[in-house]
């Protein structure tokens, strides 16, 4: 997925390196909190649906959990400015076990048929606080990228960005194999005395593990420990073609929810439950796969480029694997979005860590996280009955669709879904081929060339002694 050949004595990342060891260790202790935390959020949907079989209840959890990811990401990014990411990365796992015993607590007391009404009072209030201990991880998502940017210079800091997206896919790969087997074996008890267990591990090593001087001082050290949206906003704008690629990445996001939202309809026209549980397993390891890659090849001279090349790539194959209705296509083509993603978010990733500075890098990531996801929830509310209500229809024997493009596209309800795909991925060509000939993309892209290599210079210069962590 580079765009440019690798070089042969290309930088790499070393065990040998005691900085790469130790970041080893991080990326281990968030594979364990994410790994749990997740699990924790996939089997609460699970519980409901079995409990209520209220379609409508479990929407509203993935709606509740958007929201809230949205709402807590500039808040969240201020803590990791203003604060050590060893202690952010602490706190983040002590404020998830102390929500965690709350709910086993919750749960242990409460009659079992309470579960099965979707108005219980105690079912929404246990889901809403398993979903601010699931929020809180969020912290170490936020924090770790700024991790990045400390430990490694440019150079390496792409390759460093691929483990992450590692970690990111070993998280997907076991918690969609574990979370439906706790709670097919034992409700959310089993699952949540697991996360309370998983998380004081965690938290243990985490203590025991010991981090460079540099990640010893807040990042704004000496700055009013406040949000400070309107200083973030500035900071981003006075990046050139930063407000272009934060919009850019929110409307590739509104795209991409749409055809995520419909994605598990359109496998299970084609496949049983089993059979498709199966197939996401084996595609969330190319994402592993995918992660490695870049941590070996890394990402090319310019990021920027990589993000919007690899986007175009992205969404001509999507436009393509919905024209059959075939088992063989969808995989195909899921398995190209599951290599293709890792890339594109390790990418923004990289472009950020060097072109904002240091000290405000928590708040910015914070701050486009929140945007790039405002619109995911409308999107998941909006695209699923306008596609059961108008498309469907359109596409089934009889309907307007069916008689323009039926012969050969084919008709019925799935044919409906993957007239939406089609249509969401030529909005996504559109979107990327206007944005890769924009003046922001090679403003962006120059910026990023001449952008200094070492964003913590500033900050460390101007930051009191060290403390031991």
Known sequence: ???DPPVADAPRLHLSDP???TFAQLLVNVLLAGVINFTVWFAITFFVFLQTRSVFATGVIAGLFLVAMVSTGVWFGSLVDHHRKKTVMQASALVSITFYVTCLVIYLVTPAEEWTDPGSVRLWVLIVLLMCGVIAGNLRSIALPTVVTTLFDE???DRANGLVGTVTGVSFLVTSVISGLLVAFDGMRTCLILAIGVLAVALVHLHFVKVPEVLSHAAAEGEPRKVDLRGTMKVVG??????ALIAFTALNNVLG????????????????????????GGLSALMIVSGLLIARTGLGSNPVRTILLVNLGLWAVTVVFPMQASVVWLVAGLAAYMIAMPYVEASEQTVLQKVVPYERQGRVFGFAQSLEQAASPLTAFLISPLTQFFFIPFMREGGTGARWIGDWFGTGDARGIALVFVLIAVLGLVLTGYALSSKYYRLLSRRYQEAPGDPTSDAESAASPATAV
């Open 1 to 3: 997925m580079s765009t």
């Open 19 to 21: 900085t790469v060891r």
């Open 155 to 157: 150079t390496l800091r």
């Open 238 to 243: 006075r990046i050139p073609g930063m407000w």
């Open 257 to 280: 929810g749409g055809f995520m939202a419909l994605m598990d309809a359109y496998g299970l026209s084609m496949m049983s439950v089993q059979a498709w549980g199966f197939v996401w």
